[in-house]
């Protein structure tokens, strides 16, 4: 049988009227308590202790949550760069670390665990939701694209067969005419992609006032719509993985199992608001979008609670939660969350950082620091396996 509502237990435990905490009476919480049934007995003290995890992990989840999505906008104020300050970089690349570690160290193992326990385990079921599930990622981010980008007609396309628009497609060679030797591919791009830092996307070496002005506001739209795409991702990912994870640990009634998982969503949760907090400032810049960054970020704190409320309904519902249908449900749930984890670490996070562009412009102590943040949060949250 599944938990009774909680305030049921409650009325047991300090019973009915001023008897409750801080004073409150039956009305406290309504109909729920008062429509208690007449053979309705005492919940088990392991039952009442795993309610009670669940209820108070809610709110201190929730509370996670919101410290970690506005911790970005109170650093990019005293940071010299605002949000494209080196450190808060770091420190987003920390909880790309823990959230690599979530998905293949804990969220991972505990599908196969589900799986197995299912009795299905002839198969490697989690790695294959796992794969079709970042494939579902790539195809929504692929749509998205082409959604706020365009795409050019078939006839166009079959024109735009330059590799980059500072590459001669004969020779492959870039077009330089006052150049002795030619520079192999991978030079010329990296001087490419400096100038288009500076002229948009007009060719490298023009140097017309103009045209580099056209082309900086083309570039700053560029990359306003590139951010917008990174929030779009990993706002969807991130939802997604919160309500699912929010809805196994509602669904818990193992103590330890429930302690467990409460340490490992309180552990990731807040580095996944930072890491989304930064998103959306690189999306729009700081002081504008508003609206579009608040929406984002509360659904994303709310996300994690409304899976556990969910959870908590759903283990109320069913006579038993060790049916082969509930273990292949969750098992397949945790999978997805997995696969959709593994895709925006490394697909939409560590790209940011990891690329010549970007090594180029920051020197020998900070790439460092940057691959030892990455390092360190995927080994801090790995050793959380140990006790979780």
């Known amino acids: 049988m599944g938990s009774p509502p909680v305030a049921w237990i409650v009325e047991e435990i300090w019973g009915p009227g001023p008897g409750w905490p801080c004073g409150r009476g039956v009305d406290t919480f309504g109909v729920a308590a008062a429509n208690k049934p007449q053979n309705w007995e005492r919940p088990s003290e392991a039952m009442e202790e795993s309610l009670v995890i669940r209820v108070v992990g809610l709110f201190a989840i929730l509370l996670i949550g919101i410290v970690g999505v506005t911790l970005p906008f109170i650093l990019s104020k005293y940071t010299p760069n605002g949000v494209y300050d080196w450190r808060i970089h770091a420190a987003a690349l920390f909880g790309a670390g823990v959230l690599a570690s979530a998905s293949l160290v804990h969220l991972f193992q505990d599908a196969v665990e589900g799986f197995q326990d299912a009795g299905e385990d002839g198969y490697p079921y989690t790695g294959l939701v796992v794969l079709f599930s970042a494939l579902l990622m790539l195809g929504i981010e692929t749509i998205a694209t082409m959604t706020l980008y365009g795409t050019a007609s078939a006839a166009d396309a079959e024109r735009n067969i330059k ?51 056209v082309g900086s506001r083309d570039s700053t739209e560029k990359k306003e719509k590139k951010g917008l795409l990174s929030l779009v991702i990993l706002s969807f990912a991130l939802y997604i993985h919160s309500v699912i994870l929010g809805f196994s640990f509602g669904a818990q009634t193992d103590d330890s199992a429930t302690v467990g998982l409460l340490i490992a969503i309180v552990a990731h949760k807040g580095f996944a608001g930072f890491a989304l907090g930064v998103s959306a400032l690189e999306a729009f810049g700081e002081g504008r979008g508003m609206k579009a960054k608040l929406l984002s970020l509360c659904v994303f704190v709310i996300a994690t609670p409304v899976g556990i409320a969910a959870g908590i309904g759903y283990e109320e519902s069913v006579s038993d939660t060790n049916t082969r249908s509930y273990q292949l449900t969750t098992s397949t749930l945790t999978a997805i ?21 970007f090594i180029s412009k920051h020197s020998t102590f900070q790439n460092l620091v940057f691959l030892s943040m990455l390092v360190l949060g995927a080994a801090l949250m790995s050793m959380l396996a140990i006790w979780t």
Do not use: Q
């Open 337 to 357: 969350s997995s696969g959709m984890l593994l895709y925006i670490v490394f697909m939409e996070m560590l790209p940011k950082t990891f690329n010549v562009d």
């Open 163 to 213: 590799p980059h628009a500072c590459m001669d497609v004969e020779t492959s060679h870039p077009i330089d005419e006052h150049a002795d030797v030619p520079r192999s591919s991978s030079e010329n791009l990296l001087e490419c992609t400096k100038s288009v830092s500076v002229a948009g996307d007009e060719k490298c070496g023009d140097t017309d006032e103009g045209k580099a002005s």
